[in-house]
């Protein structure tokens, strides 16, 4: 079978350049620039550079964004304050905490401070609500990101038997969700497998979509998934390669070399989800504009 490659990094280059002929129309008619704000807590490597891609991405969208970079120490009464000064700025569209936040803070606290208005990463339990209601809401960007790539890739979703691998209320779960709902992209039969799944294989041989979101290295074999498969992985895990200057390397949840020949199509990691991820926080931010504007 020819695989074909999903490809993030295109596609969220096309949606970003969308995104940007929108912001310049705006500000050409006298509109201000969309804005994101990003709080980072600490020093987390990943967190720190996870917020840097999404700064740069906001440049080059034209979109106005600030980092607020906070100490691992401030207290979560600090932090709160900050999100309640935010939400009433009435200059800024989208608010997102990166996370993990340190240990003495309570996450879901701080996510249920944001103003749903501004959530844009889709996590407060207002669009959570929302989107398990197939209400119109912020969706989280992964697995929003996902969606779009399987529609611009016009793969047919209908009546398939998607397994979902990993039940995180960031990735997982919301990705379940979204396929199983009615519509193009959907319509999909969902099982979701997780730490506790017996197994799991029995379960991916029979899958027409695979998406892996564990965060385990590698976990998918080619022995695991039947010839024909759509496989999504949203892995990032950064494993010891001496071939390399900085030692180490990034491969996803899924075995690309020897799953790969197997599959129609399959997204590569990097260059899969997680450009899409970043293009659909963009969208995100751009909709609490233009909701704003009306
Ligand atoms: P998480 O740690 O919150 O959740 C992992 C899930 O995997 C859990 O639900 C757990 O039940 C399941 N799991 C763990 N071990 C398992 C096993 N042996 N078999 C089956 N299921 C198992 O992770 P997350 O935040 O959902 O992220 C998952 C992966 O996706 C990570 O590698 C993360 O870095 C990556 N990620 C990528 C993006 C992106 O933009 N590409 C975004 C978010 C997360």
Redesign the pocket.
């Known amino acids: 079978m020819k695989c074909k490659i999903l490809d993030g990094k295109a596609t969220s280059a096309a949606i970003r350049s969308e995104i940007k002929d929108k912001v310049e129309t705006i500000v050409k008619n006298g509109g201000r620039r969309p804005s994101l704000v990003a709080i980072l807590v600490g020093n987390n490597p990943a967190s720190r550079t996870y917020v840097a891609n999404k700064e740069k991405a906001c440049a080059e969208a034209g979109f106005a964004s600030e980092v607020k970079r906070l100490s691992e120490n401030i207290t979560e009464e600090e932090l709160l304050s900050l999100i309640c000064s935010i939400n009433k700025d009435t200059n800024i569209d989208g608010l997102i905490v990166q996370l993990p936040l340190p240990k003495h803070i309570d996450e879901h606290k701080v996510i249920a401070a944001i103003n749903p208005i501004k959530d844009v990463d889709g996590f407060h339990p207002v669009s959570a609500g929302r989107m398990m209601l197939g209400e119109d809401t912020f969706l989280p960007?992964?697995p929003m990101?996902i969606m779009t790539l399987l529609e611009r890739y016009e793969i047919d979703t209908k009546g398939k038997h998607c397994v979902v691998?990993?039940?995180?209320n960031?990735?997982?779960r919301p990705m379940a969700n979204l396929l199983s709902r009615k519509g193009t992209p959907g319509d999909c039969t969902v099982t979701i497998?997780?730490?506790?799944?017996k197994d799991?294989a029995s379960y991916t041989k029979t899958a027409d979509i695979i998406v892996a979101?564990?965060?385990?290295p590698l976990?998918l074999k080619e022995d695991m998934v039947k010839e024909g498969v759509v496989v999504i992985d949203?892995?990032?895990?950064s494993v010891e390669d001496n071939t390399r200057k900085s030692g180490y390397r990034l491969v996803g949840?899924v075995d690309y070399d020897s799953v790969a020949p197997k599959c129609s199509y399959i997204t590569p990691v990097p260059g899969?989800?997680?450009p899409?991820?970043i293009a659909s926080l963009l969208q995100n931010t751009l909709k609490a504009y233009e909701a704003k504007a009306l």
């Open positions: 960007a992964t990101g691998l990993g039940r995180s960031i990735v997982g497998c997780h730490s506790r799944t799991i979101a564990i965060g385990i976990f949203v892995g990032i895990n949840d899969g989800v997680g899409m991820t």
